[in-house]
């Protein structure tokens, strides 16, 4: 079982800057890749940002250039440092962290970006 904890979220005017973190608490981390995902009101769930084992990353068309998502392996930790924020960013982003298929989630952090 894997538990993950985000933290970071919250309220910031448009242009602004939040980092979430995500902590895990499985031994799994550093064979895991970790991803962002984020939902907004009335609309699906959808993947913001990826990081695999290798480092390799994916981003949302919508988050380039915009968004960095890093891990920290000795302190199994995922990032996500979201800059240039816009309303459209508002939503609720998850932690994910997958493994072998498997996928475990976190219960969600708030960001809302807003004047």
């Known amino acids: 079982q894997v538990n993950l904890v985000e933290s970071g979220g919250g309220l910031v005017q448009p242009g602004g800057s939040l980092r979430l973190s995500c902590t895990s608490s499985g031994s799994i981390f550093g064979h895991s890749t970790m991803g962002w995902y984020r939902q907004a009101p009335g609309k699906e769930r959808e993947l913001v940002a990826s990081?695999?084992?290798?480092?390799?990353?994916r981003y949302a068309d919508s988050v380039k250039g915009r968004f960095n998502i890093s891990r920290d392996k000795a302190r199994r930790r995922s990032f996500l440092q979201m800059d240039s924020l816009k309303p459209e960013d508002t939503a609720i982003y998850y932690c994910?962290?997958?493994?072998?298929?498997?996928?475990?989630w976190g219960q969600g952090t708030r960001v809302t970006v807003s004047s």
């Open positions: 990081i695999a084992v290798n480092g390799d990353t």
């Open positions: 994910n962290s997958r493994f072998q298929g498997r996928d475990f």
